[in-house]
């Protein structure tokens, strides 16, 4: 008897979890492995992958030969300096947010509007905020500076990138920091403060240490969604002036050997891409680990 | 004795200090709160201003806000437009999200509850597997994506943008499953003595129960499959964000820009009518999961 309910759980069971693992399986480590397989192989994409003559590792040779490679990784890593700015902003206002004030539901309201807002439609925004014309050199003048054509900037225009991301992303790492800040007992601050402590230290030596797990998060989580940024670099620019050169990222770079036909090449691209995401992952897996310990 | 004495007097006077330097500090929170407030809000403000304006340079006339002529007609227009067809890519974009987002949301539920309650061979090792997919970069999956869904005939139709959604959500199961630990497993056990079904349990018992959090990952979920844009454009699917972005590399004239703008704006009002609706609920999840990371 009780075999059988335990049977009949076990076949309910992996019914149930049947569609979740075929999914997984057909739309995600069929198609890796297929990319793996490619990147050792001269693919155009048109014929099967197999039919593909193998070249061995020559893609990935020529990829990291490849200057205009080179170059999209950079601009990659550049607009990665958000993440550690974000992370200070958001810290900030997660304080200022945590301090019981009236009103504090809708400035988290507000700050996490740009979050739910979609990229195209913000980068779009941005791209004619920032235009030699827009606001922002408007805003510029009225103090008396003379602003420029930041998008056709090769450094600028990263910048204008990096901005953005920041703007959009500082609700969404902000909310994460209030839930981190609200797990920290008030009774430390209270010790601390009995013993003297300034509200300087009390930041530095509770603060700090306590939301680790936090920033630690949003630092990996922003490496990894930085490592893939596409949207906003494909669309800040304006259509007339498109010398992508300056914002062009690994997965832009990715897309446009993609619409050449150069497909296992392409591939060779997404997996040295996806090796830095499992290695950033598998960090933090380990270092999570060691502190469970 | 002294000493004593003086930290008596310390904290008698305390109080006082305390509440006077608190006062000055919340005063000094609202005035950055509310900056920082200015600073998220007066881009798209001043997308919403431009997206009226009747044409470009009546965005040139003054510093921010350009001309007191309000063009509503400008919606009007992208509505109406053959060039643009907004009204279809908005019917596309409902057509992707709604079903997509339901039934993945419906068989993410049934996946957590299986691994969250139900008892078969292997379920840990098939969890990690189904956790995997979270380390896997979408740029490094979807040139063979690409090669499949050609190979269905799919490309160029909304299919890739539904069909794998619907097989479910692992980063929903995740969180599910997590929230699954708060039920009891009376609950369940006492349905197995009258004779209920697995399937049974689940549709009347679980998914009821799990409504408030099940919501909150729904609505998410669905503000996140309306942004999307990278698989849109990658499998040619004209969706909103594409079809708005298409629309402002179209246009070589700045004098539409007011046109884009409104476009933009119209891609955003979903998911911001949506976030106004159930912002409370969204917050309180995202602070959640942050808490559980």
Request: proline share 5%; hydrophobic share 55%; glycine share 8%.
């Amino acid at each position: 008897m009780n075999r059988r309910l335990h049977s009949k759980e076990r076949i309910s069971a992996y019914l149930f979890i049947l569609p979740a693992v075929l999914g997984v399986l057909i739309f995600y480590f069929y198609p890796l492995l297929i990319s793996l397989f490619a990147s050792f192989r001269m693919w155009s994409g048109l014929e099967g992958v197999f039919e593909a003559p193998f070249n061995g590792v020559t893609n990935y040779v020529s990829v990291l030969k490849d200057p205009y490679f080179g170059q999209a990784v950079v601009n990659t890593l550049f607009t990665m300096i958000g993440i550690p700015i974000g992370i200070t902003l958001s810290l900030l206002l997660a304080m200022l947010l945590n301090r019981g004030l009236k009103g504090t539901n809708a400035f988290r309201v507000i700050y996490y509007v740009p979050v739910v807002c979609g990229i195209v439609g913000v980068t779009l925004m941005w791209q004619n905020f920032l235009a030699p014309n827009g606001p922002f050199n408007k805003f510029l003048a009225f103090f008396g500076y003379e602003g420029m054509d930041w998008l056709a900037h090769r450094v600028w225009a990263k910048v204008a990138i990096v901005v953005m991301c920041v703007w959009k992303g500082l609700g969404y790492s902000t909310l994460l920091y209030i839930a981190g800040l609200q797990g920290i007992p008030r009774s430390y601050y209270e010790a601390a403060k009995l013993d003297g402590a300034s509200g300087f230290r009390l930041f530095f030596h509770i603060t700090v240490p306590l939301i680790k797990p936090v920033t630690f998060f949003l630092f990996v989580t922003g490496i990894i969604s930085g490592a893939q940024l596409f949207t906003e670099a494909q669309l800040i620019l304006p259509a007339a002036s498109r010398n992508q050169n300056f914002v062009k990222t690994v997965v832009l770079y990715l897309y446009e050997q993609f619409g050449w036909g150069y497909v296992g090449y392409a591939s060779a691209v997404a997996w040295l891409l996806a090796l830095v995401v499992f290695a950033v992952t598998g960090l933090q897996f380990a270092i999570e680990g060691r502190k469970k310990d | 004795m002294e000493a004593v004495e003086k930290r008596i007097i310390k904290t008698a006077k305390k109080p006082r200090n305390v509440s006077r330097s608190k006062r000055a500090g919340d005063i000094a929170a609202y005035v950055l709160l509310a900056l920082g407030s200015v600073l998220m809000l007066v881009p798209l403000l001043w997308m919403l201003g431009a997206s009226l304006q009747p044409s470009f340079s009546h965005l040139l006339v003054s510093p921010f806000y350009p001309s007191g002529e309000w063009r509503w007609l400008n919606y009007v227009d992208i509505f109406t437009n053959a060039y643009i067809s907004l009204p279809k890519a908005f019917g596309l974009s409902v057509l992707v999200a709604v079903p997509a987002v339901l039934v993945g949301s419906y068989i993410s539920a049934l996946t957590a509850f299986a691994f969250g309650k139900l008892h078969f061979r292997f379920k840990n090792i098939i969890f990690l597997l189904l956790l995997g997919v979270l380390m896997i970069p979408y740029p490094a999956i979807m040139l063979p994506l690409y090669n499949l869904y050609a190979k269905f005939g799919w490309i160029g139709t909304p299919l890739p943008l539904i069909i794998p959604k619907m097989f479910g959500n692992v980063a929903m199961v995740f969180f599910l499953k997590q929230y699954l630990q708060n039920v009891s497993d009376s609950v369940i056990d006492s349905a197995k003595i009258d004779g209920c079904g697995y399937f049974r349990i689940y549709n009347s018992i679980i998914l009821p129960l799990i409504v408030p959090a099940l919501a909150a990952q729904v609505i998410l979920w669905f503000m996140g499959v309306w942004n999307e844009y990278l698989p849109a454009y990658m499998y040619d699917v004209q969706t909103l964000p594409i079809v708005v972005a298409k629309y402002n590399s179209d246009v070589a004239m700045r004098n539409e820009i007011p046109k884009v703008m409104a476009a933009s704006v119209v891609s955003l009002i979903p998911v911001l009518a949506v976030f106004a609706f159930f912002q409370r609920g969204i917050i309180e999840s995202v602070i959640l999961s942050g808490v559980k990371e």
